[in-house]
C-alpha cells in the first residue's frame, strides 16, 4: 500500500493544480477504456479478416504514421505552448476508435490506425506540462506517481476484458469497449478545452535569432540525449517486432484462453502500479540509471521467457518479470519510456527545447522501427512464432550494453531556467 500512499501524496502536493488533474483524469478514463480491447486489437484485426503477416504490415503503417507526427507535435509545442497541442491531440484520440468501430473489413482500421498515430502531437506537451509542474529533484517521483494512479485501471481493464472477449466473442466485445472509447474521448476533449491552462510561453529573444528545422534542432542535442535516443531506437525496434503478436502467441501458440491471458495482464499490472511510485522515489534518491538498467534488463529476460513458455504458469511466471521491470520504470513502454526514462530525458533538456527533443526521439525511433511490426510478423507467419521474440531479446541487449557504456548522468543534467 506504499505506493498508493506515496501517489496520494505527490496527489495532494500537486492538487493546487488543475492541469495535472485535467491530464491525470483524461489518462485514466482513456487507460480504463483503452486497456479494455488493446489488448486483443491484434486478434480484433485478424478477426476482420488479416494474416499476422498482413496484420504486422497494418502496425507497420502505425509506426510510419507516428513519424509523421511526433516531431512536428514536439516543435509546436514549444512554438504555440503546451494547451493547444494537447487540444489538437484529444481531438484525434476521441476520432481515432470510430473508424475501429465500424470496420467490417482489416483495411477499414487504418484510418484509426493514422488518426491514433496522429495523436502522438500531443505526447512531447504532455510530458512538458507534467515536467514543468514538478521540482527537478522529485520528477522520478512525480512521473512515477502519474503513472501509478493512471494505470490503476489496468489491474482490472486486462482480466474483465478477457472475461468480455470470451464471454461475447472477440468482434462484438472489442465493438462494446470501443463505444465507450468514443464517449470518454469526447469528454478528454471538453476538460483540455476548457479547463488546461498554459503553462510555457516562448520568449521572444532581442539577441540574434537561434536557427531552427531539423538539422539544427539535432545539432543541438545533448550528447547524453542523443545516446539515449540511440538506445531508444533500438529498442522501440526491439518492442514492435513482437509486441503485437504476444496475445496471438499466448492464445494460439501456448493455448490460452483470452480470460487466463487478461488474469495475467491484471496480475502484472498491479505488480506494475504497486512498484512504480516507490521506484521514483528511490531513483530521486540513489539515481536513475541504474533503475532503467535494471527495468531493462528484466523485461529483455521475459521476451526471451516467452520462447519457453508452454502453459499458463510458465507464462505467468514470465510476464510477471515484465510487471517488476515495468514497474522500475526503465523500459520503453511506447515511443516516450516509463516515468523515470521520461523524467531523465526532462533533466538533460533545456525547458526551451524539451518538447522538440522529446519529439524528436519518438521520431526517430519510429523511423528506425517503422519496418519491425511486418519484420515480426512474416517471421511469425513463416519461419517460427518463437523468433521475433528472440531477436526482441538480442537487441534489447545491445541497447542495454551502449546504456551501461556511454550514458553519463552524474554531471550533465541541464540547468532549469
Known amino acids: 500500500m506504499s505506493s498508493f500512499r506515496s501517489s496520494i501524496n505527490m496527489i495532494k502536493n500537486l492538487r493546487g493544480n488543475r492541469n495535472i488533474m485535467v491530464l491525470m483524469s483524461n489518462q485514466t478514463l482513456f487507460m480504463f477504456t483503452a486497456f479494455l480491447w488493446w489488448p486483443y486489437r491484434s486478434l480484433y484485426i485478424k478477426g476482420l479478416g488479416a494474416t499476422v503477416e498482413l496484420l504486422g504490415l497494418v502496425l507497420s503503417i502505425e509506426t510510419v504514421a507516428s513519424i509523421m507526427f511526433q516531431y512536428p507535435g514536439g516543435v509546436l509545442t514549444d512554438k504555440w505552448g503546451r494547451k493547444r497541442m494537447l487540444v489538437i491531440a484529444g481531438f484525434f484520440r476521441f476520432i481515432s476508435p470510430i473508424f475501429f468501430l465500424f470496420a467490417t473489413h482489416w483495411t477499414h482500421v487504418i484510418p484509426g490506425i493514422i488518426f491514433s498515430a496522429a495523436g502522438m502531437l500531443g505526447v512531447p506537451a504532455n510530458n512538458a506540462l507534467i515536467a514543468e509542474s514538478l ?15 493512471t494505470g490503476i485501471p489496468t489491474i482490472i ?20 469497449v470501443l463505444t465507450a472509447s468514443v464517449v470518454t474521448g469526447a469528454f478528454a476533449l471538453f476538460m483540455r478545452w476548457n479547463y488546461i491552462t498554459e503553462t510555457f510561453t516562448p520568449t521572444t529573444s532581442t539577441g540574434p535569432k537561434r536557427q531552427s528545422g531539423l538539422i539544427n534542432d539535432l545539432r543541438r542535442f ?19 517486432i513482437m509486441m503485437s503478436f504476444m496475445v496471438i502467441y499466448g492464445v494460439e501458440v501456448v493455448g490460452l484462453s483470452t ?11 498491479l505488480m506494475t502500479t504497486f512498484l512504480t511510485t ?15 538498467i535494471a527495468s531493462r534488463v528484466l523485461n529483455s529476460v521475459s521476451v526471451l521467457g516467452y520462447t519457453f513458455s508452454h502453459n499458463f504458469s510458465q507464462l505467468f511466471m514470465v510476464r510477471s518479470l515484465a510487471g517488476i521491470g515495468n514497474g522500475l520504470g526503465g523500459a520503453m513502454w511506447g515511443p516516450m519510456g516509463g516515468p523515470i526514462w521520461q523524467a531523465l530525458i526532462a533533466d538533460l533538456s533545456p525547458p526551451e527545447d524539451r518538447g522538440r527533443i522529446m519529439g524528436l526521439m519518438g521520431t526517430i525511433g ?25 531477436l526482441s531479446f538480442g537487441l534489447d541487449m545491445v541497447g542495454t550494453a551502449i546504456l551501461v557504456g556511454f550514458l553519463k548522468t552524474g554531471t550533465s543534467e541541464s540547468e532549469e531556467a
Not at 521540482?135 to 494512479?149: E, I, K, L
Not at 481493464?157 to 462494446?176: A, E, F, K, Q
Not at 511469425?380 to 523468433?387: A, I, K, W
Open 135 to 149: 521540482p527537478s529533484d522529485q520528477r522520478g517521483t512525480g512521473f512515477a506517481a502519474y503513472r501509478t494512479v
Open 157 to 176: 481493464t486486462s482480466l474483465m476484458g478477457g472475461m468480455i472477449m470470451d464471454y461475447y466473442g472477440v468482434l462484438p466485445g472489442c465493438r462494446y
Open 222 to 240: 545533448p550528447r547524453q540525449i542523443w545516446v539515449m535516443t540511440i538506445v531508444a531506437a533500438i529498442s522501440m525496434f526491439a518492442i514492435r
Open 259 to 269: 480470460t487466463q491471458w487478461g488474469l495475467i495482464g491484471t496480475v502484472v499490472s
Open 278 to 292: 516507490p521506484a521514483g522515489m528511490l531513483a530521486d534518491r540513489q539515481g536513475k540509471k541504474p533503475l532503467i
Open 366 to 390: 519510429s523511423l528506425v522501427s517503422s519496418p519491425a511490426s511486418w519484420t515480426g510478423g512474416y517471421l511469425f507467419d513463416n519461419v517460427s512464432p518463437q523468433l521475433p521474440f528472440q
